[in-house]
């Protein structure tokens, strides 16, 4: 069983920087793909970015590739959303999530891929 707890969410304004943190239990975090999806206001969850365990990392596209940097520190065993010149459409609802160990790369990319989801954080952007 693995808990997140998301944090970092804020009102900001267009053009501004904001960095989520996603802080894990248990002991085997190292070994999870980590993945960060968002929910805007009447619209469906949509996938953000995910590290795999070895680090390699995936974005969405378009629309937050050269703006947002995912990273983890297993040490701390936290996984990071670095958010840059954020956009009005980037308000939403921020979720981070777990899969479990052999999540395949495009599994780690889709809600299904992931067993463990933590409560959000909300993200606003003003104009």
């Known amino acids: 069983q693995v808990q997140l707890v998301e944090s970092g969410g804020d009102l900001v304004q267009a053009g501004d920087s904001l960095r989520l943190s996603c802080a894990a239990s248990g002991r085997t975090f190292s070994s999870y793909s980590m993945g960060w999806f968002r929910q805007a206001p009447g619209k469906e969850r949509e996938f953000v970015a995910t590290i795999r365990s070895s680090g390699g990392r995936l974005y969405s596209t378009d629309s937050v590739k050269g703006r947002f940097t995912i990273s983890r520190d297993n040490a701390k065993n936290t996984v990071y959303l670095q958010m840059s010149n954020l956009k009005p459409e980037d308000t939403a609802i921020y979720y981070c999530?777990?899969?479990?160990?052999?999540?395949?790369?495009?599994?780690?990319?889709?809600?299904?891929?992931?067993?463990?989801w933590g409560q959000g954080t909300q993200v606003t952007v003003s104009s």
């Open positions: 999530a777990a899969a479990r160990p052999g999540t395949t790369a495009v599994g780690a990319t889709t809600e299904l891929g992931y067993t463990y």
